[in-house]
Every structure is written in structure tokens, then in C-alpha cells.
């Protein structure tokens, strides 16, 4: 751990990165009149010891680039250059948050690019040279989404270091036969191994959302968990997840030609297990008999 890492991490909460020779982020806020809108699904992470615990989080950012969603007035992105990262691409849809983003810009020269963008509309894949890595505190109303998009293009990174709702982190590491287990337990756990971090508590936010948050690493797997075709397992999880309760000769029967029973022969599976009973590699195998 460098100094600057200790000092980030030893000071007091709302005093860390005062070495970075910005001002603190309610300052920042209140200048450029950066009051959160909930039409963004903005939640601001003003302490910035939480901020860098999340950059250390993310490991070696010192080596590619780091790509940052919503970064609003920088908290998380003044942390990540802090901690070395060599190149952070920060997109940002909200343009009042613009001016607070080029004044760290420009404190940090050559090592921060801004791109005033929904991110999702925007391929990460095409952004900056590897390694590369998304590090972020995810909108609520759209983290699914992006998170599902980023699966599907997995081969282009290195890692993900994210902050969802507790609850949706809960679905992520879901085992089979448990309330939380899902589609995106599936397709998720499929490909990566996943990892929660920490907890954060809503007060830590302004403003204060009505969940806890948590931070999680999502490490690409070196091959998927199994064979299978991403739009296949898509489709088989959603019809058999859409449907959870049924049995998946009911479930599976618009997918199969009106013959549910007949790909849970194929896969050797009983085609009157509910689709929370499944492995990974159950799901797997139903998407290649389909």
C-alpha cells in the first residue's frame, strides 16, 4: 500500500482525498447546483473513505482503462485516479454534471475522459485499451439492464467492480432452492465467479436511498461454467423463471413446439421440476437440446 493509499484510508469520513487538492463533494455539489434527481436514479456517495474502499476494491487499475457509469459530481471518479487507475472513462448522461467533472479533468491531465452519453446506449467494448474494467455506482433503474448488456460482451473484460441494491446482489450469489435464486443467478454465475464486497448503509448517500447498497466483483470465468449459447440460456431461463411456479413441461412449452417434455428428456431432467430446482448446468443442458 502506497502512502497516498494509507492517507485515504486512515482519514477521517468526508476528509479523505483532500490531498488530491479538491474541495469536498458538498461543496461541489452545491456550486454547480448538482441536486440529485431521481429521474436519473441519482443516489451521491459523498464519503470518500466508502469511495476509495470501492477503488481498492476494483485491484490493479493501474494497467488499462477504467470505465465509470454516472459519475455525477466524482466522488468514485476522484477515488479511482487517486488510486492510480492510469485511464478512467467516465459516462455521464446528466450535463449539470459536466463542469465538476472537467475541473478533475483537469487536476488530473491526460488521465480522465468524460463522455456525455446514456450508458446504455454506449459499447464499452469500443472504449479505451485493455485490460479493461468497469467500476461503478450503478443507477438503480437501469443496473439490470447494463449489467446484462456487459455479460454479453464479457470477453472484452477484465473485471467488474459494481454497486447494486442489496437485493439485486442477493439474486447474483443465489443458490438453487432459495427465494433469490433467478435468471440472472444463472446467467450470471455461468459466467463469473462473483464476490460481495461490502454492505452500504443508505445513509452514507444523498439522498439516502430506502435499501442497502452493496459493492460486488464480478471476475469473468476463464471458460463458462458450462456449454451453452448466451441467446439459448437467455430465453430458457426467462420462459423458465417467467413461470417459476409451473412445472417445465409448462413452462418450456412455447420454446419446444408446444412439447415441454420433450427437451427436459434430452437434458435428463424431469419435466416436472420447477425451474428454482435447476443447476447452472441443468440450465445449460436445456439450452443445447433447444
Not at 169 to 188: C, E, F, M, N, Q
Request: charged residues 25%; hydrophobic residues 45%; proline residues 7%.
Amino acid at each position: 500500500m502506497t502512502r497516498s493509499q494509507t492517507t485515504l484510508h486512515d482519514a477521517a469520513p468526508g476528509e479523505a482525498l483532500a490531498a488530491d487538492g479538491l474541495p469536498p463533494l458538498r461543496d461541489v455539489i452545491a456550486r454547480h447546483d448538482l441536486a440529485a434527481r431521481k429521474s436519473l436514479g441519482q443516489n451521491f456517495l459523498l464519503d470518500l473513505n466508502l469511495t476509495g474502499r470501492i477503488a481498492r476494491a476494483a485491484g490493479a487499475i493501474d494497467d488499462g482503462t477504467v470505465v465509470e457509469i454516472g459519475p455525477g459530481p466524482g466522488g468514485l471518479t476522484r477515488a479511482l485516479l487517486y488510486a492510480g487507475a492510469r485511464k478512467v472513462i467516465a459516462i455521464e448522461r446528466d450535463p449539470r454534471a459536466l463542469p465538476a467533472l472537467a475541473e478533475i479533468a483537469e487536476r488530473w491531465p491526460g488521465r480522465l475522459e468524460v463522455i456525455e452519453a446514456d450508458a446504455l446506449e454506449v459499447d464499452v467494448t469500443a472504449l479505451g485499451d485493455g485490460p479493461r474494467r468497469i467500476v461503478a455506482n450503478l443507477p438503480y433503474n437501469v443496473a439490470t439492464p447494463l449489467l446484462l448488456g456487459w455479460l454479453k460482451r464479457l470477453d472484452t473484460l477484465a473485471g467488474m467492480t459494481l454497486m447494486f441494491q442489496k437485493e439485486v446482489v442477493d439474486r447474483l450469489v443465489a443458490k438453487p432452492r432459495t427465494k433469490d435464486y433467478g435468471r440472472l443467478s444463472v446467467i450470471t454465475q455461468w459466467l463469473c465467479h462473483v464476490e460481495p464486497v461490502f454492505d452500504i448503509n443508505p445513509r452514507a448517500f444523498t439522498p439516502p436511498p430506502k435499501v442497502v447498497s452493496t459493492v460486488v466483483n464480478l471476475t469473468p470465468r476463464s471458460q463458462p461454467l458450462c456449454d451453452a449459447d448466451f441467446a439459448t440460456l437467455e430465453k430458457v431461463t426467462a420462459a423458465a423463471f417467467g413461470q417459476r411456479r409451473k412445472m417445465l413441461r409448462a413452462s418450456l412449452k412455447t420454446l419446444a413446439g408446444g412439447d415441454g417434455e420433450a427437451p427436459c428428456a434430452r437434458a435428463g431432467l424431469a419435466p416436472t421440476a420447477r425451474a428454482e430446482e435447476l443447476s447452472v448446468e441443468d440450465f445449460c443442458a436445456l439450452a443445447r437440446c433447444l
